[in-house]
């Protein structure tokens, strides 16, 4: 007979889901038990979120320092070291790890550096041999990057290869259309790499408000980005070191250009292989996702999940917010704590970044038809208007009826990441534009154009 241990809750993954659920029900009380064979934290920690802003950052400094010389100030040409930058990188997650082993001992958590298998609604065994018996099973086992099936694939990488870079590739082709293409591709051309970027469909970031992502790709021309639009990619090819992008051309040819680093950023997969979930009667769905309820509640009664490994938006506050409310309700008698999914505010870390929250204009219009409003400002933050620099931003507010609720706030700009978190709220609150037009402008900043509006 394996050893046993008893648990109110196991959670399965250490990532920021796994980690706020179990912190969470060990507050209220709850015996946990959390599995992590990695490093804690994540994509978000590890391969996302936290070291992509870092590089967003040392981007930013590198058109900062541009912008200087522009402006009268003696300075050389921008050059990063990148290995001693990755330190810094690393230094600043290596805090963050030992941050979460001490919460984690603080807490109680149990934290066990193997992998879990679900026998049944309340049987985890561990790779290590211990079976472990729980009220409750949380999965937050996250995402993975994935490749296309098409030919040579096996030679472009993820985006988790891109934190493995020691320097910016000379000439770099990125596949995708989405938030990690974006940003991976403002980073690197930043950082002194040439980026040509390919996306199957009309535009990037399909699913955002077109008339932004509009001036978004206009943003990212002038800084040098090139942009294949309904440009599938056919296959990859070997030519020496360097390996050639087959795709659609203008017509209906397809052409070939060789690149020194292909990078894919055609989406993620939920980790949900060799979890035994399906065995136990754990529902999936058609990519692989755990189907959960608005609770969070598996088809397996005992059995929740939260973040990448479920059909919800994949981003590090949503996952962190759902598993909170999931142990207030499990654990701290709150019988209908969840999380509302509803406007969602979220950030695309370009270059400049797209801040954006609640409905696009187009999406408004097919809900509300003839009631939508929609009012812009475009203009040049005041350190491009300084010194010249054609990047330009639009602000965007979409309302709805007769007192103009605002319904979609879209943000492209400098500093919007920073700007949209207050706005988010009295979107979230109800806002109207006449209550933004009543509130006081600070001047002279960006943030102003959203209570100016015309």
């Known amino acids: 007979m394996p050893p046993q241990a008893e648990f109110d809750l196991v959670v399965l993954g250490g990532g920021s889901g796994g980690l706020a659920g179990a912190f969470r029900a060990a507050r209220h009380g709850a015996r946990v038990a959390l599995l992590e064979p990695a490093e804690l934290g994540g994509t978000c920690v590890n391969a996302g979120c936290v070291p992509k802003k870092a590089m967003w950052l040392a981007a930013e400094l590198a058109a900062k320092i541009s912008l200087a010389g522009e402006l009268g100030f003696q300075v050389a040409p921008p050059a990063l070291d990148w290995p001693a ?25 149990a934290w066990m550096a193997c992998r879990g298998r679900l026998l049944d609604a309340h049987t985890v065994v561990t790779d290590t041999g211990v079976r472990l018996r729980a009220g409750h099973v949380l999965v937050a086992t996250g995402g993975h990057p994935r490749r296309p099936s098409i030919p040579g694939a096996e030679l472009g990488g993820v985006s988790d290869d891109f934190f493995r870079l020691a320097a910016a590739p000379e000439q770099v082709a990125i596949i995708g259309g989405g938030y990690v293409a974006v940003e991976l591709a403002g980073v690197l051309q930043a950082l002194g790499s040439r980026v040509e970027l390919f996306v199957r469909g009309p535009r990037l970031l399909a699913e955002m408000d077109a008339e932004v992502v509009g001036q ?38 397809v052409v070939a250009t060789a690149f020194d680093r292909v990078l894919f950023a055609t989406g993620r997969a939920p980790n949900t292989a060799g979890l035994g979930l399906e065995e136990a009667g754990v529902a999936l769905g058609e990519k692989g996702e755990i189907v959960v309820d608005a609770y969070q509640d598996s088809s397996l009664a005992g059995v929740h999940a939260v973040g990448d490994v479920t059909a919800a938006p994949a981003l590090t506050p949503v996952a962190i917010a759902a ?81 103009e609720r605002v319904v979609g706030i879209h943000l492209l700009g400098e500093t919007a990441d920073e700007i949209l978190q207050g706005f988010a709220v009295a979107l ?16 002279p900043t960006s943030a102003e154009e959203v209570v100016l509006m015309p």
């Open 323 to 403: 598993a909170r409310r999931l142990m207030d309700r499990l654990f701290g008698g709150q019988a209908e704590a969840r999380l509302d999914y509803t406007n969602v505010p979220t950030v695309v870390f370009a270059h400049p970044p797209l801040a954006t929250v609640g409905l696009s204009e187009q999406r408004a219009r097919e809900l509300h038809g003839e009631a939508v409003t929609v009012h812009t400002s475009r203009f040049h933050a005041m350190v491009h208007a300084l010194a010249r620099s054609p990047q330009s931003s639009l602000f965007k507010l979409v309302c709805v009826g007769e007192e």
């Open 428 to 443: 979230k609150l109800g806002v109207t534009r006449r209550q933004l037009q009543d509130t006081i402008a600070i001047h």
């Open 216 to 253: 978004l790709q206009d943003d990212m021309r002038e800084n040098g980005v090139r942009l294949h639009l309904d440009a599938p990619v056919h296959a990859l090819a070997a030519e020496g070191e360097r390996v050639r992008v087959l795709h659609k051309g203008g017509t209906e040819d």
């Open 85 to 109: 930058f990755v330190a810094h990188r690393q230094r600043y997650i290596a805090n963050i790890h030992a941050s979460y082993r001490r919460g984690l001992d603080q807490a109680g958590v």
